[in-house]
């Protein structure tokens, strides 16, 4: 394995981490995140949240392994984009502009694996 896959490999891991646990937090408080979602006067808050955890489940499984991960970067973006605009969008409020700025960095992380060409973070089978 090049220096250049293993560094993309540890990035992608490291990304694909942050969703796994924002995954985790989901399941284990499924009310509670569906009542937030709901607090926000968003519908179908057990269907959105469902939704997402799809994405977010999915999607972390491809950037991490690097098969399709530039679709998994893209569900990812899916996710992030409008949960960070609902949920951490009051930039008058510091720690929301704090979440706010931290999302918009892992954005752009993301952007970056979506902008790879295809193949470049396969994974090394020996070769």
Excluded: C, Y
Aim: proline share 3%.
């Amino acid at each position: 394995m090049t220096t250049h896959r293993l560094v993309d490999a540890i990035g992608r891991v490291l990304i694909g981490l942050v969703f796994l646990h924002a995954l985790l937090g989901k399941v284990t408080g499924f009310a509670g995140v569906s009542a937030a979602i709901s607090a926000k006067g968003l519908p179908f808050a057990p269907l959105l949240l469902s939704l997402a955890m799809v994405l977010l489940a999915v999607g972390s499984l491809l950037l991490i392994s690097g098969w399709h991960s530039r679709v998994g970067a893209l569900l990812l973006l899916i996710f992030l984009i409008p949960t960070s605009l609902i949920f951490h969008g009051e930039v008058s409020d510091a720690g929301e502009r704090i979440q706010l700025l931290k999302n918009m960095a892992i954005i752009g992380g993301l952007l970056l694996v979506a902008n790879q060409p295809s193949g470049s973070r396969v994974i090394n089978r020996g070769g």
